[in-house]
T-cell receptor, first 115, second 115 residues
Framework: KAGVTQTPRYLIKTRGQQVTLSCSPISGHRSVSWYQQTPGQGLQFLFEYFSETQRNKGNFPGRFSGRQFSNSRSEMNVSTLELGDSALYLC??????????????FGEGSRLTVL | DQQVKQNSPSLSVQEGRISILNCDYTNSMFDYFLWYKKYPAEGPTFLISISSIKDKNEDGRFTVFLNKSAKHLSLHIVPSQPGDSAVYFCAASTAGGTSYGKLTFGQGTILTVHP
């Protein structure tokens, strides 16, 4: 079955602009999480959505937001972009939110460069 | 506050030998641990996991050991193969409560297996 799909794969923005990234989870997966990967900080948790509700949030400023649609697809938005927002943004999906902790399945990521 | 640490940025081993990747954590609430492998331009892929009720989990060439008293886990790859060359991330979670899809990752260790 198809994996986690993220679009766009690469994008370049300038400071002050805003960006929206999209994620389609594996079919049947209802939990979607977002992570930011930078060389200095590694992978850091942004937030998680389940049933269109944000269930958990990492330590990022309010410029970072997200949402989930009824078909489990998710988007994340970063407003007023800063140079430090340049990173690989990874989306991950999980079958369910409860029960035994299973592994997350990651997409290939969206590489954002802020100039 | 780095709750999960991989103190070795890189590791180089010969094909056929054992690779040992280490990970330390500080949060005693973590009770589920995972290893992910990441190739360039790809998202992380799940490798192996271990619950805190166990001290060892094995899957083919991969074995994860957990020492709860030392808050330390390690990944053993035997025998190592050139295709194992990748970045390896250690991750931790609290399986219950509200952690859901939130993983805390280490900084990663670059493994290079030489033919």
């Amino acid at each position: 079955k198809a994996g986690v799909t993220q679009t766009p794969r690469y994008l370049i923005k300038t400071r002050g602009q805003q960006v929206t990234l999209s994620c389609s989870p594996i079919s049947g997966h209802r939990s979607v999480s977002w992570y930011q990967q930078t060389p200095g900080q590694g992978l850091q948790f942004l937030f998680e959505y389940f049933s269109e509700t944000q269930r958990n949030k990492g330590n990022f400023p309010g410029r970072f937001s997200g949402r989930q649609f009824s078909n489990s697809r998710s988007e994340m938005n970063v407003s007023t972009l800063e140079l430090g927002d340049s990173a690989l943004y990874l989306c991950a999906s999980k079958l369910s939110i409860a029960g035994v902790m299973g592994e997350l399945f990651f997409g290939e990521g969206s590489r954002l460069t802020v100039l | 506050d780095q709750q999960v640490k991989q103190n070795s940025p890189s590791l180089s081993v010969q094909e056929g030998r054992i690779s040992i990747l280490n990970c330390d954590y500080t949060n005693s609430m973590f009770d589920y641990f995972l290893w992910y492998k990441k190739y360039p331009a790809e998202g992380p892929t799940f490798l192996i996991s271990i619950s805190s009720i166990k001290d060892k989990n094995e899957d083919g060439r991969f074995t994860v050991f957990l020492n709860k008293s030392a808050k330390h886990l390690s990944l053993h790859i035997v025998p190592s193969q050139p295709g194992d060359s990748a970045v390896y991330f250690c991750a931790a979670s609290t399986a219950g409560g509200t952690s859901y899809g939130k993983l805390t990752f280490g900084q990663g260790t670059i493994l290079t297996v030489h033919p």
